[in-house]
């Protein structure tokens, strides 16, 4: 914290120089000085400027923000002023009120000095520091579930979705996970509620826990892909009254198959939005599935966000990367003929990502088309319209061995943890059913272990 007073200025007599101007002109010389002669003491004039004088005391000195986030400076001012500081800082963003301001961290990590003083007073000046940290605060773990449609279809492996979920909620503190997130395709049968019961043993251990999602995949629907077929189980089970008692739970669209959530990592909030599988409507139109989810973007500017979706990336042999419109799979009968109706990895990039500034990282399962070890994983890193990097991954495993056999995507935030100072997304392939068992529990081939170097404030700042 600290003060300003501004010194009482000199001011100078004023006297009769109108006298003294005309006697010049009357005698075309020198004139008397003025009255009271040579020596004379100035008579001084009080000193009566309003702005002269003041003390500013600024509040908080020394606060400790993340890149992007706000602090509220607060000035108080004696004798009493009424009226607008003038505010200044050497970075980031300051929005002045009056006696206030409120300074957003830049991407950059150091010391800011933010300012204000009286107008028209410059002694009065005082200033604070904020100390910008950098993107996170700490280290923590998104964990991404893949399909589990196959690991639930027999009793025999089901305890693995079971031994799955055990592993995280053991690994919540030791890891710091943040959030849980299922790609979709929970079920293979949705009729059939033995396969929802072995899903739930494992998915229902989070309750409580941690914050997570479960999006709703082309397996939810019956008929299976028939985008007016019945979803009345997975709303039984995983829809919008599930999350009632859940702060972190925002809200759904109206449907109940997408859903928003709000998770606090890294000293920081984050948005995920869980887009029901192909969703159809257009982006204009808020009341359509697809409307929806761009219009909880356009709402949510400032929140670092990712996306889970069913279908997004594929695998395709040498066309690897969002599935193309050709690839859609979600129809209605029309005249008993199929029409395909959802969006396809492109058209949700072009309506959902490439706009938004805010989203980082898209996740998906659904698609398996290469052969092992390459079976049903990519990623890739996307551009958006700003200029800044997207983060898109597919992990589904549902025709491995044992239908999956336990594996699961670890994604580890890391401040610091990259190249050169950078910080990192660590993501991994892990099995902590093999690991019970003893056989390998990673892929470590380069689908399968890779990430991403980036600096966290310049990301999570800017848009």
């Not at 690994?171 to 049968?189: K, L, S």
Request: aromatic fraction near 10%; include cysteine.
């Amino acid at each position: 914290m600290s003060r300003g007073r501004a010194p009482r200025p000199v001011r100078w007599p004023r006297v009769g120089w109108t006298a003294w101007a005309i006697s010049l002109l009357l005698v075309g010389c020198l004139a008397a000085p003025p009255p009271g002669g040579p020596g004379a003491d100035p008579t001084p004039i009080p000193d009566t400027d309003p702005v002269a004088g003041h003390d500013v005391t600024l509040s908080p000195d020394g606060a400790a923000v993340l890149a992007g986030q706000d602090v509220r400076i607060t000035a108080s001012v004696t004798p009493a002023f009424e009226g607008d500081l003038v505010w200044s800082s050497d970075g980031g963003l300051l929005l002045a009120d009056g006696l206030g301001a409120t300074f957003r961290a830049p991407g950059e990590a150091g010391p800011y000095r933010i300012a204000a003083a009286v107008p028209g007073d410059a002694a009065s000046e005082a200033s604070v520091d904020v100390v910008v940290t950098g993107g996170l605060a700490e280290p923590f773990t998104l964990v991404m579930i893949p399909d589990t449609q196959n690991m639930v279809r027999t009793s025999a492996r089901a305890s693995m979705v079971i031994d799955m979920f055990r592993w995280i909620v053991g690994q919540r503190d030791a890891r710091n996970i943040a959030f849980v997130t299922h790609v979709g395709d929970v079920v293979a049968y949705p009729d059939r509620e033995t396969e929802w019961v072995r899903a739930r043993a494992g998915l229902d251990l989070r309750d409580g826990v941690v914050p997570y999602s479960v999006a709703i995949g082309d397996h939810e629907y019956l008929p299976e892909e028939d985008k007016a077929g019945s979803v009345d189980r997975y709303l039984h089970h995983f829809g919008p009254q599930r999350y009632a008692d859940y702060d972190w739970y925002r809200g759904s669209h109206a449907a109940g198959l997408s859903h928003v959530q709000v998770f606090t990592a890294g000293g920081r909030s984050f948005l995920h939005l869980a887009v029901e599988w192909e969703p159809t409507g257009t982006a204009d139109d808020p009341a359509t599935p697809l409307g929806w989810a761009r219009a909880v973007l356009e709402a949510n500017p400032t929140l670092p966000t990712i996306i889970t979706t069913h279908a997004y990336l594929w695998d395709m042999p040498g066309a690897e990367g969002r599935f193309p419109h050709t690839a859609r799979e979600g129809f209605v009968l029309v005249d008993g003929r199929k029409t395909f109706v959802g969006a396809s990895g492109e058209t949700l990039f072009a309506t959902l990502v490439e706009p938004f500034p805010q989203v980082f990282m898209v996740l998906d399962g659904y698609h398996h088309k290469a052969e092992i070890p390459a079976k049903g994983k990519f990623h890739q890193v996307s551009v958006n319209r700003a200029g800044s990097e997207v983060y898109e991954m597919l992990a589904n495993f549902q025709t491995w061995p044992n239908g999956g056999d336990g594996w699961l995507r670890v994604i580890e935030f890391v401040p610091g943890g990259g190249a050169a100072g950078l910080d990192r997304i660590e993501v991994s392939t892990y099995s902590p059913v093999r690991d019970a068992r003893g056989d390998d529990p990673f892929q470590d081939d380069e689908r399968g272990r890779f990430g991403f170097d980036l600096d966290f404030g310049r990301r999570f700042v800017g848009f």
